[in-house]
Every structure is written in structure tokens, then in C-alpha cells.
């Protein structure tokens, strides 16, 4: 699942002067004296920094319903973003579903019931389907990244791709396999139409290599298609990410308000897009048969110093 026009909007949300949702002590999790020392040289945490996670869920429940708990839906995408409003930055990290990182464990009555090393996209399945379950995901990606605190979170189900894609008048991809839908064959460039765009980012077993690398690859390609097509709307009408919201709203959990979206989004969208960040690691089959991956902790660091930290010698 992806969040294609969620993340065009959250693109743009920077001013860390104007963000009152987050919980917690903000101005403590990011003191720009905090410091650390990493093979040899020292680090110094950037200021005006905004973290926003993006979550696709594999479910089409309304987002309006509060399901069982541990029974939330896995979070099959998650990309977070690090917006600089110093740099004049927006920084993306793309997660592997499948990455293997401690999550935090509900009994079956909601209770916190210790944490255990699992796939991190069955954070969300733990939780109640809405907020407490993105919560929990937000949690076991802080766990990931070494402690590093996420501001703000939007998660999306399956429902919001076609709209998604509708409300851009259609995304055009390049297909580098063959899918299910007939119309859809390897080598053709097309423009996805409805449910052809979940179909496209959500497909795995049955496409290419299998594998949920592949599919990030399509997610990405997508992701950026969508966010050229959603800023062009925005310098074209004013009133565009209001009317995106509204479309988006049934399929989304997040806290961020409306009027915080809309106040924000046409203040960075000029801002420099680096090249995306990629988790470096091995993936390898469970003795259940089941798809993991172990993140290269080095690199994983070194990654997380590259765009949360200015480095001082």
C-alpha cells in the first residue's frame, strides 16, 4: 500500500515554530547542542527538523472503525520524512516491511505486554486499526533509527490508492513486468486508471521477482509521479490540497490537522529533494518461511547521521 498523495502533502509540513499535534516535549527531543561522537568526528542533531512517517495498510477497513486489537492491519509501506527548514531540505528514508526490529506486544485485552524482534510491519497489527496501532508503529520505527523521535504520522489503507490516483486525473508509470490485469504488460507505459494503481504498488507474489524489493521500486516510481502531478495542481489552485484532504479523509489516521495541511503546504514546495535513502542490509528466509530483513547496523547509523545530524570536525 502507498500513500503517494498523503506524502505530497506532508511534504511540506517544516515549521517547527508552528506544529502544535506532536506530544511529549518537543523542544527537548531536538536541543540543537545534542551531540554525538562517531568514529572519530563529532555530530550535532540539525534544528528545524520536522519527522513525519507515512504508513500504507494492507486492509480497506474505514479508517472510521476501531477493529480488534492485534488485529490492525500490517503496515506494508512506511517511509519517513525529514524535513529541514534550514537546509531547505525534504529527505525520505524508505523502510523494508520486512525489516526485523524489537515492536512492542499487546495481549489480547490491549495491554502492553512486553516487546519482541519481528517484522516491523506487524507493529500495526497489534494495535486497534486507528491511532493506537500507528502509535505503535511510529514506536518500533524510533526503535529502528536508534532512538530518533517522530513527530508526526499518516497512515492510508487501500481504499485511498484509487482515489489517490483518480483525484490526479491518473499517475503514468512504465511497467518493468507483467501483472494480473491484462492490460497491464511488461514494457508499455501507461496511465493507471482506478483500482489499476493498487494493482500496481500493491502487487508482490505474482509480479517480477516476488519480492518486496520490487515492489518499493514500483512504489517509488509511483511516488514520485504522483508528487509531480499533486505539485503542478497546487500552483495551479489554491484550494487543491483542502480538496485532496477531503478525499483522502476516510481512508486516513493521522495527527495532523486539515488546517495545519492546508497552512503548510504551499510553503516548501520549492524545496530540494535529495536522492532517497535506502536501508543497507541482507534479507533471508525465516525456518517459518517467512521474508526477513536484518538492516546493516553501521551503515544504518551512519545513514541516520547523514540526515538527522551537521557534522562539526
Not at 542490509?281 to 517467512?290: L, N, Q, T
Request: overall charge negative; proline content about 2%.
Amino acid at each position: 500500500m502507498l500513500l503517494a498523495g498523503v506524502y505530497a502533502l506532508a511534504l511540506h509540513l517544516e515549521d517547527s515554530q508552528r506544529k502544535p499535534e506532536p506530544t511529549g516535549d518537543h523542544n527537548a527531543r531536538h536541543q540543537y547542542d545534542t551531540t554525538v561522537d562517531y568514529d572519530g568526528h563529532t555530530y550535532r542533531l540539525k534544528s528545524n527538523l520536522t519527522t513525519i512517517l507515512l504508513m500504507g495498510i494492507d486492509n480497506d477497513t474505514d479508517s472510521g472503525l476501531t477493529v480488534v486489537n492485534r488485529d490492525g492491519g500490517q503496515a506494508d509501506f512506511l517511509r519517513l520524512i525529514v524535513i529541514d527548514k534550514t537546509a531547505k531540505t525534504i529527505s525520505q528514508l524508505a523502510i523494508d516491511r520486512d525489516t526485523m526490529t524489537p515492536i512492542t506486544i499487546l495481549g489480547v485485552l490491549g495491554n502492553r505486554s512486553g516487546s519482541r524482534t519481528m517484522q516491523i510491519c506487524l507493529s500495526h497489527a497489534f494495535g486497534n486499526g486507528r491511532e493506537q496501532s500507528c502509535e505503535l508503529t511510529r514506536e518500533a520505527v524510533e526503535n529502528l533509527l536508534f532512538g530518533m523521535r517522530i513527530d508526526y504520522y499518516m497512515s492510508m489503507n487501500l481504499n485511498g490508492v484509487a482515489l489517490i490516483n483518480d483525484a490526479l486525473g491518473g499517475v503514468t508509470v512504465t511497467l518493468e513486468d507483467d501483472f494480473p490485469d491484462p492490460a497491464m504488460k511488461k514494457g508499455e507505459t501507461i496511465t493507471l486508471q482506478g483500482r489499476q494503481a493498487e494493482t500496481f504498488i500493491r502487487s508482490r507474489m505474482s509480479v517480477g521477482d516476488g519480492t518486496n524489493v520490487g515492489r518499493m521500486r514500483r512504489q517509488q516510481q509511483f511516488i514520485a509521479q504522483a508528487t509531480d502531478l499533486l505539485v503542478k495542481q497546487m500552483k495551479q489552485d489554491e484550494n487543491y490540497v483542502g480538496q485532496m484532504y477531503d478525499t483522502l479523509s476516510p481512508s486516513m489516521v493521522n495527527n495532523i490537522s486539515k488546517s495545519r495541511l492546508i497552512l503548510e503546504a504551499y510553503d516548501a514546495q520549492d524545496y530540494a529533494r535529495p536522492s532517497l535513502f535506502q536501508i543497507a542490509g541482507e534479507h533471508k528466509i525465516s525456518e517459518d518461511g517467512f521474508m526477513q530483513f536484518f538492516a546493516d547496523e553501521t551503515k544504518l547509523q551512519e545513514t541516520v547521521l547523514q540526515i538527522f545530524y551537521d557534522q562539526l570536525n
